[in-house]
């Protein structure tokens, strides 16, 4: 049943559709003075920080002056991989030590900010918004950072995520931080804080984001005119009576965090890794993963722990905004990979019910969900290895010498995963829309059949509001592959899967990356799509395919391949690309004589029964 908009939703939905445009607008207007200033950006953070493990003097090197240098540095994302413009900045557990690095304010674009589990101090700045106006995560956790949180950060009003949790700040917490209006995760807890705790606007948050600050008072606390009244509490009677009193919290509190801050030292100490986090769930070793599949052999986190070496980042094979990708080897020899999730607002119930219902989604071009584990507040999902990695590493980070993929194994590819992404949009129960379709979910197995991950977690990872565009949330998926209408709808649909996937079939086609192409002329500096779209207006498209494809006997495919990719991405309206399920029928047609598809599952969807594919939402 549709239910009708009522004026105060349609207003809100206008407002953040400007709120949207407004900040792309605004950063767009940046780039002119972008490249010079985000290099020296870099170059003070560098130079601010004490760097013990040697990550950045090895990492970020200046003397390369190419375009777009930067954004090859680790822990750096830049909004185009040709253009020197800072997107976010990722530093946790670098043991990195100095304070906070004002230099920021010369990543004038930037949006994520993570320099959680280091061992910073001092303050934060008060003009904070002047250094980091447009940020929409920050994480400054687990460090040691004192004084009062300024009132300044409510100024940064883009602010999504926001986590101050185990430092030692003392003072209240803001009220003013109760208006940002787009907070969905924020977390204050194990600090020295006073006062009452903000009445947020659009947002219920539990007691656990306080835990730990003794002076804190409202709800979901205690009342703060009931804490006044009770002369055991702490903080509050110690400030009515003064003297001795006063003094024994005080100095109670001073050796809770002076021995915190020994114990943080010593776990840096004996953590030259860095994965600190690992090292937390040790005690929970004990725990038992929960296996979708019988056939699987029963295992522990401490199985986990092991085959991975602790979760070492020597074991990393790849990240995104949903989490991070270890490679694990158990000890019969069988490889798997284990997933961490980025922080998710769900309950131990939830979770769980959440993976009870992935666990059931298989189909034969999904990458297995094998199970998962919850330790602690870490969210750990097993998946089947797929040893030849993924098409966007075999399309476009091949080593030396090694060959590119042929035409038949492409359509392969094609075909397999139009199948699945096919079966999730309208045979899956529930149905799903991925969200994130780019080169680098489409993994390839021993035999390079396409077996899609990360499907179902935009759910998982944004339970607040699963339609609005990653824009707005702070979930940047890959660039190049967005649909257009995104900044303008803020909605998530089939469609937009659709032209994300034609993105994917341009890659195969043309062997070109989606944020910038090799071959195009000097003078354009725009990305794959636009590149198509002005070959397609010129009528030179055949220009568009993979010199290493032409004329091997399979040029009329390849041409047809390229004008279905057309119909996904360029089409003057999203309900003009053909829906996944045709697209997989076209494509199943192009590559019939290969024989891919012996056994078809996708069943037609039923056009009379009154579902309407754009008005599906993720996992609904």
């Not at 194994?409 to 799903?432: E, S, V």
């Not at 379709?437 to 077996?451: A, F, G, M, N, T």
């Amino acid at each position: 049943m549709t239910v009708p908009l009522t004026k105060m939703a349609l207003d809100k939905r206008a407002l953040t559709t400007f709120a949207a445009i407004l900040i792309y607008l605004v950063l767009s207007c940046a780039v002119c003075s972008a490249v010079q200033s985000d290099i020296d950006c870099l170059k003070s953070i560098k130079d601010s920080f004490e760097d013990p493990l040697n990550f950045l003097n090895t990492t970020w090197k200046f003397d390369n002056q190419t375009e777009g240098f930067i954004c090859k540095f680790a822990g750096i994302q830049c909004w185009h991989p040709d253009e020197t413009r800072v997107l976010s900045i990722s530093l946790p557990d670098m043991r990195l030590k100095g304070k906070f690095p004002r230099g920021l304010k010369n990543c004038t674009s930037i949006t994520s900010l993570d320099l959680s589990s280091n061992e910073l101090h001092g303050s934060i700045p008060n003009d904070i918004s002047k250094i980091i106006g447009f940020v929409v995560m920050l994480d400054l956790s687990s460090n040691n950072f004192s004084g009062e949180i300024p009132v300044n950060l409510a100024n940064c009003s883009f602010l999504n995520s926001l986590r101050l949790d185990d430092n030692q700040f003392t003072g209240p917490i803001p009220a003013e931080i109760g208006l940002l209006g787009r907070l969905k995760n924020f977390n204050v807890a194990n600090n020295r804080l006073t006062g009452a705790v903000p009445r947020f606007t659009n947002a219920t948050f539990p007691a656990e984001i306080y835990a730990n600050n003794a002076g804190l008072c409202g709800p979901p606390l205690t009342l703060c005119e009931d804490i006044a009244k009770k002369p055991r509490t702490g903080i509050i009677v110690g400030a009515a009576v003064g003297g001795v009193t006063l003094g024994a919290v005080l100095l109670t509190i001073g050796m809770f965090l002076y021995m915190r801050k020994i114990s943080r030292k010593r776990k840096n100490a004996d953590d030259p890794e860095g994965n600190k986090w690992a090292k937390s769930i040790k005690g929970s070793k004990a725990i038992q993963l929960s296996m979708f599949e019988k056939s699987t052999s029963k295992m522990r986190l401490s199985d986990l722990m092991k085959a991975t070496n602790n979760f070492s980042k020597n074991n990393i094979v790849g990240s995104g905004r949903t989490g991070t990708f270890y490679k694990a080897v158990l000890d019969d020899g069988t490889s798997l990979m284990v997933k961490r999730l980025q922080n998710t607002q769900h309950s131990e119930k939830e979770f769980t019910s959440e993976m009870a219902t992935l666990g059931n989604v298989k189909h034969r071009n999904l990458v297995p969900l094998l199970g998962f584990c919850m330790a602690k507040k870490e969210r750990l999902l097993v998946y089947k290895d797929m040893p030849n990695g993924t098409l966007h590493d075999r399309l476009h980070s091949l080593s030396e010498g090694e060959k590119t993929l042929e035409w038949p194994m492409r359509m392969k590819i094609a075909i397999g995963a139009a199948k699945g992404f096919a079966w999730l949009h309208h045979n899956c129960n529930p149905r799903i829309i991925h969200r994130n379709i780019s080169s680098k979910c489409i993994l390839l197995d021993v035999e390079y059949e396409p077996k899609i991950s990360d499907f179902g977690l935009a759910r998982l990872m944004n339970p607040v509001d699963t339609h609005l565009s990653t824009f707005v949330n702070g979930e940047f998926g890959d660039f190049g592959y967005v649909a257009p209408e995104y900044a303008r709808t803020l909605m998530a649909t089939p469609k937009g899967d659709v032209y994300s996937f034609g993105v994917v079939l341009l890659e195969l086609v043309t062997g070109e990356t989606p944020t910038s192409v090799a071959k195009a002329p000097e003078t354009f500096k725009g990305n794959l799509v636009e590149w198509i779209t002005q070959l397609s207006g010129e009528s030179k498209l055949q220009d568009a395919i993979d010199h290493s494809l032409s004329s091997k006997g399979y040029d009329s495919e390849i041409f047809q391949v390229l004008k279905v990719a057309c119909r996904c991405v360029l089409s003057a309206a999203p309900k003009e690309r053909p829906t996944m399920f045709e697209l997989y029928q076209l494509l199943r047609a192009i590559g019939e004589r290969y024989h891919f598809t012996t056994d078809d599952d996708i069943m037609m969807p039923e056009s009379d029964s009154g579902f309407q594919m754009d008005e599906l939402i993720v996992a609904q």
